[in-house]
């Protein structure tokens, strides 16, 4: 009788595996050190071979692409590194753990499309674009298509098109980010909606933040400083609401606000722009709210 106990055990077991309990995924960045895949393909490998809930473990070291998976979008195709398409799983990095683009072809970092999905604990850096002004996007940083996406503890640098991208109905939850040295910090379009908590965006050479169409961004606790084409910026109808946050140090506005759009400035600090709003201008508006 405990013979039979225990092979029912073993069988419920397996079974419950088979049935899809999530499982973690680990890559290195070179082969022979113990991971289930290695290298930049090794990423994506990786992310294929996931089952939905399933997690992808980057451990600490370097990694480059060496090709890219197309992703279209309205009338571009985006190239992407790692691609996330239509599957929920998570992302993760060890402490050190960086995808470089400077090396292999010009692409974006990482692409979620159609999901639900955590990016956690990795630095994007050096991703580049082939020709400026094309229908291919490639040199961004984290850029989310129709998806939900949780991502934290994120540097992204030295990118040469947007760091942080939401478009379509995208649902982006952000906190302890960091969005330096690159074109445009974060891009917003069509009704992307965007949470985004105790970050840093600076020192870009176009805006922190650019919502357009009906998005919409909650800001709090969060640094925009540094930024060489506006702080925060809005158009058509996008607004932003930005409490107990620094805007400091940009040009030429720190809050810039047109068409019928609206940035909302709620305590937190304002100063040292070059101009630190562009108040009302027909439709549009900034408005300055005193903090609790």
């Not at 225990?6 to 397996?14: D, L, R, W």
């Not at 919502?211 to 909650?218: F, G, K, M, N, Q």
């Not at 702080?231 to 607004?239: K, N, Q």
Request: aromatic share 8%; hydrophobic share 40%.
């Amino acid at each position: 009788m405990r013979r039979f106990a225990v092979a029912v055990s073993a069988v419920i077991a397996a079974g419950a595996a088979m049935a899809g309990e999530p499982r973690s995924w680990s890559v290195c960045p070179v082969p022979g050190t113990g991971c289930d895949f290695a290298g930049g393909p090794g990423i994506q490998a990786a992310v294929d071979a996931a089952a939905p809930g399933d997690t992808v473990n980057l451990r600490s070291g370097r990694y480059v692409a060496a090709a890219y998976r197309e992703i279209p979008y309205q009338e571009v195709v985006v190239r992407g590194f790692v691609v996330i398409d239509g599957k929920d799983l998570s992302l993760t990095g060890d402490p050190g753990a960086v995808l470089d683009g400077a090396g292999g072809p010009p692409t974006t970092a990482i692409i979620v499309r159609g999901a639900r999905a955590t990016v956690r604990g990795l630095t994007l850096t050096g991703f580049r674009y082939d020709v400026q002004e094309d229908d291919f996007y490639e040199g961004h940083g984290l850029f989310v298509i129709n998806a939900d996406v949780h991502a934290s503890d994120l540097v992204i640098s030295k990118f040469q098109k947007m760091g942080l991208v939401g478009r379509g109905a995208s649902r982006l939850l952000a906190e302890r980010l960091q969005i330096v040295d690159g074109h445009v910090g974060i891009w917003l379009h069509e009704t992307a909606y965007l949470a985004l908590n105790d970050s840093t965006v600076s020192r870009n050479d176009s805006s922190a933040i650019a919502a357009y169409d009906d998005s919409v961004a909650h800001v709090r606790n969060c640094a925009f400083e540094g930024n060489q084409d506006d702080g925060l910026f809005t158009e058509h109808r996008a607004t932003v609401y930005a409490e107990a946050s620094r805007v400091t140090g940009n040009r030429p506005y720190g809050a810039r606000a047109v068409g019928d759009s609206t940035i909302w400035l709620i305590g937190g600090e304002v100063s040292g722009n070059d101009r630190d709003t562009n108040g009302s201008f027909g439709r549009s508006r900034v408005r300055l709210v005193a903090g609790p």
